[in-house]
C-alpha cells in the first residue's frame, strides 16, 4: 500500500473547544483552520453512525484537498466482531464498509474501528471469533473494490475489550490493507502506568516490527492523549496538563526520531485536541531541529 509521508503528521480527533471557540460550526470549516494552526490531519468520527450525507463527505473532501488536509475516519463504536450473535458480527461487516465509502467521499485513505468486546466468553475464544468475523469484513471489503483503503484495528484500554497490543498485531496480518492504530493512552491505560521510558515505547514498535514489518510499523496510526484508568483499564480522556495519568509524548517523540518512523498522529485529548496535536509536533520538530 502507499500511504507514507516523508514525516510524521499531526492533527486532531474530532472538533475541539478552540475550534468552536474562534466562531466555527461546520467540519467544512476544518481543513483550512487546521493549515492556519500548522496542522497536517484530522479525524472524523462516525462513532455513533455513518450519517454524512455523500455530498457533505465531498465538500469536506474538496477542501481538505486544498488545504493539504489528511482525512481519515473513525468508524461505529458498535462493531463487535467478537459477537456471539450472528446479526451483530454482520452489522459489525456493513459499519466497517459503510464507513469506507464515506471515507472514500472524504477523499482519505483510513479507517480505524474497534475490534471488539469479550462479552462472556473465554478471551482465546473472543478473539478467535474476532478474527473470523474480521477475515469475513476484508472478503467483503474486497468485492465491493475497497481494499485500495487502509483499515486499522485500534488497541483498547480495557481489560474486557478486544485490542491487546500482540492482537492488533495479528489481525494486521490477515490483510496487505490492515494497518495498526495504536493508542498509547489506551496502553498505558491496560498496563497502568507502565508506559514511561523510552524503552517502553520501544519494546512496542520492536514488536510491531517482528509481527508487520518495517514499512506497516513506519507508517502506523497513532491515537495519542493521556488517560485516566483504574484496575479495569481506561477510565476517560484527559488533557496534556494531567500530570498523573500520562502516558508523555517526549519520550514516543525520540523513538520515532531514532527509528525513522512516520506515523499520522492524532490526539484525541478531551477539548483540547488541536492544541496539544501542536504542542507533540512542537516536541517532535525540536529534537529534529537539533
Ligand atoms: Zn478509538
Given at each position: 500500500m502507499e500511504n507514507q509521508s516523508s514525516k510524521p503528521l499531526f492533527g486532531p480527533s474530532g472538533h475541539d473547544e478552540t475550534f468552536v471557540k474562534e466562531g466555527n460550526t461546520v467540519t467544512l470549516q476544518m481543513p483550512k483552520w487546521l493549515r492556519d494552526k500548522g496542522l497536517d490531519i484530522f479525524e472524523y468520527s462516525f462513532?455513533?453512525?455513518?450519517?454524512?450525507s455523500a455530498e457533505t463527505a465531498e465538500a469536506i473532501g474538496a477542501e481538505a484537498d486544498k488545504y493539504g488536509i489528511e482525512m481519515s475516519v473513525h468508524a461505529p463504536y458498535?462493531?463487535?466482531?467478537?459477537?456471539?450473535?450472528q446479526d451483530k458480527a454482520d452489522n459489525s461487516i456493513t459499519y466497517l464498509t459503510s464507513s469506507l465509502k464515506a471515507l472514500k467521499h472524504f477523499h482519505g485513505r483510513r479507517c480505524v474501528f474497534h475490534p471488539g468486546a469479550e462479552g462472556k466468553q473465554p478471551r482465546a475464544e473472543a478473539f478467535a471469533r474476532t478474527k473470523d468475523n474480521f477475515c469475513r469484513a476484508l472478503a467483503e471489503i474486497e468485492n465491493l473494490g475497497l481494499d485500495n483503503l487502509i483499515v486499522c484495528p485500534e488497541t483498547m484500554g480495557?481489560?474486557?475489550?478486544?485490542?491487546a497490543v500482540d492482537e492488533v498485531i495479528e489481525l494486521c496480518t490477515?490483510?496487505?490493507n490492515v494497518y495498526p492504530c495504536v493508542d498509547f493512552g489506551h496502553v498505558n491505560s491496560l498496563l497502568q502506568?507502565?508506559?514511561?521510558t523510552e524503552d517502553d515505547f520501544q519494546r512496542i514498535i520492536d514488536k510491531m516490527f517482528d509481527g508487520i514489518g518495517e514499512e506497516k510499523t513506519k507508517n502506523m496510526h497513532v491515537h495519542f492523549s493521556k488517560i485516566q484508568y483504574g484496575a479495569k483499564g481506561e477510565i476517560r480522556h484527559l488533557t496534556?496538563?494531567?500530570?498523573?495519568?500520562g502516558p508523555e509524548f517526549e519520550p514516543f517523540a525520540n523513538v520515532i526520531v531514532k527509528n525513522n518512523l512516520t506515523p499520522h498522529i492524532l490526539s484525541e485529548s478531551a477539548g483540547t485536541q488541536m492544541t496539544d496535536a501542536r504542542t507533540m509536533q512542537q516536541i517532535y520538530n525540536q529534537l529534529i531541529n537539533n
Open positions: 462513532g455513533r453512525g455513518v450519517r454524512t458498535f462493531i463487535n466482531f467478537a459477537s456471539t450473535e480495557k481489560q474486557a475489550q478486544v485490542g490477515l490483510g496487505k502506568g507502565a508506559l514511561k496534556f496538563s494531567d500530570s498523573v495519568y
